[in-house]
C-alpha cells in the first residue's frame, strides 16, 4: 500500500486510526502564526504544509514576500525563508476524520492546544487564519480567544475559494504588513 492510500484510509469516517496534523513550525522570534485548518490529503502524504500543487498559498508568499518563484523553491527553502521573516505555521486541528481534503468534510476534530503559543513563540504578535473554518462556530472561535493572541481571517489560498489571486495576494500583504490594530483583541 502506498503512502498515500495509507493516509487515505485513515481519513475515512470511523477508521480507528486519524491523521496527524504536520509538526507546528515556529521558534522563539515567530511574530506571526499562519494556522491552516488541517492538511489535505496530499501535503500529509509530503508532509509538508500546503503541499497540494492546487493550493496557492507558496505563489501568494512569494508575492507578499517579494520573491518572484517563491514556490518554485524546495519546500526546505520556503520554510527557512519564512523563519527568517519571523512566519510561523500550523494547523488548527490535531487530528479528525474525513473522507476528503475538504474542510466541509472534517468530523470528530481534536484540537491544538494554541495556548503553548505564548510560552514558545514569546514574540507573537498576531494569528493569520489561512480560511474561516475557525472563525464558523462559537466552539472553534473560543479556541482562539483562549490562545490569547489577537487573530485575523485571511482569504483561503485554496484554488476552490475563487476570487482572483491577485486579490487573494493584495489582502494577504496588507495582512502580513499592517500591525495589529485590525486584528480581533483576545483576553491576554
Known amino acids: 500500500m502506498t503512502l498515500l492510500a495509507k493516509v487515505r484510509e485513515t481519513m475515512k469516517a470511523g477508521s480507528t486510526k486519524r491523521p496527524e496534523c504536520i509538526p507546528r513550525i515556529v521558534h522563539p522570534d515567530t511574530e506571526i502564526l499562519i494556522l491552516g485548518t488541517f492538511p489535505s490529503t496530499i501535503a500529509l502524504e509530503k508532509g509538508e504544509y500546503y503541499g497540494n500543487p492546487n493550493n496557492h498559498f507558496w505563489e501568494i508568499m512569494g508575492y507578499c514576500l517579494n520573491i518572484p518563484d517563491f514556490h518554485e523553491l524546495s519546500y526546505e ?19 479528525c476524520e474525513r473522507e476528503t481534503s475538504l474542510d466541509t ?17 514569546p514574540n507573537l504578535k498576531k494569528i493569520i487564519l489561512s480560511s474561516k473554518f475557525m472563525m464558523q462556530t462559537k466552539k472553534r472561535r473560543e479556541i482562539l480567544e483562549k490562545a490569547g493572541i489577537p487573530y485575523i481571517a485571511a482569504p483561503s489560498p485554496s484554488r476552490r475559494y475563487i476570487i482572483p489571486i491577485e486579490e487573494k495576494k493584495g489582502a494577504w500583504k496588507e495582512i502580513l504588513t499592517f500591525g495589529t490594530s485590525k486584528v480581533n483583541k483576545t483576553n491576554r
Request: hydrophobic share 35%.
Open 77 to 95: 527553502k520556503r520554510i527557512s525563508i519564512l523563519k527568517k521573516n519571523k512566519i510561523g505555521l500550523w494547523d488548527a486541528i490535531k487530528s
Open 105 to 121: 468534510k472534517i468530523k470528530n476534530e481534536k484540537y491544538n492546544d494554541l495556548s503553548v503559543l505564548r510560552k514558545e513563540c
